[in-house]
């Protein structure tokens, strides 16, 4: 599996010109703790996370109220530039990046511009899935190959897979069934549903 596969997208950025509390809402309103930070040609220049704006409130300027604390930018209080990764690369290198060099976020980009981001709890919803991930992203792929259409329900349990629902061919369950197999959390498939 790839860091394409796992990314949130479209990616959540702000700007280095914004003010500081944009990046605040920013990570309220999306619940994340970091933000990639881009210029104006939308190009990565750094990364904005809860420690960072955490410090800037601890700054002796913000508690002692000054104008020029509630004045600053976001390219004054992020980090600098962060560990990325391409589209293609493996979740395990992605991890064991986040593992060495202790970060929470890390910015898929193609050509310097962000494209997705993939967060600890995307590598270990990946890695160490559940059976109600296993299942969300079994349904999506299934649904995904129907079209956009529920036409096979998807349970599992314990890493076990049942899919339902009637198939027009043998080929077309076939599909089913490795698109469910190679799903993260897997570990066996039941078929209930017919082939016509």
């Given at each position: 599996m790839h860091a394409k596969d796992i990314?949130?997208?479209?990616?959540?950025?702000?700007?280095?010109?914004?003010?500081v509390?944009?990046?605040?809402?920013?990570?309220?309103?999306?619940?994340?703790?970091?933000?990639?930070?881009?210029?104006?040609?939308?190009v990565?220049?750094?990364?904005v996370s809860e420690l960072d704006l955490l410090r800037h409130q601890a700054s002796p300027a913000a508690r002692a109220g000054a104008a020029e604390a509630g004045?600053?930018?976001?390219?004054?209080?992020?980090s600098g530039l962060p560990v990325t990764a391409w589209p293609d690369a493996e979740v395990t290198d992605v991890a064991s990046v986040m593992v060495a060099q202790d970060v929470h976020t890390v910015p898929v980009v193609v050509s310097g511009h962000v494209v997705g981001v993939v967060s600890r709890c995307d590598v270990l919803r990946t890695l160490l899935p559940t059976d109600a991930a296993a299942r969300?992203?079994?349904q999506r792929r299934l649904d995904v190959y129907?079209?956009?259409?529920?036409?096979?329900?998807?349970?599992?349990?314990?890493?076990?897979?049942?899919?339902?629902?009637?198939?027009?061919?043998?080929?077309?369950?076939?599909?089913?069934?490795?698109?469910?197999?190679?799903?993260?959390?897997?570990?066996a498939v039941r078929v209930t549903a017919p082939s016509g």
């Open positions: 990314m949130s997208t479209p990616a959540r950025t702000v700007h280095a010109d914004a003010p509390a944009e990046a605040v809402a920013l990570l309220e309103r999306q619940s994340i703790t970091a933000a990639p930070v881009v210029d104006e040609h939308d990565l220049v750094g990364l004045a600053r930018r976001v390219r004054d209080v992020m969300r992203e079994a129907a079209d956009g259409r529920r036409r096979w329900p998807v349970t599992v349990d314990d890493g076990v897979a049942t899919i339902g629902g009637e198939f027009d061919d043998d080929t077309e369950r076939a599909v089913a069934e490795a698109l469910v197999r190679t799903t993260a959390g897997v570990g």
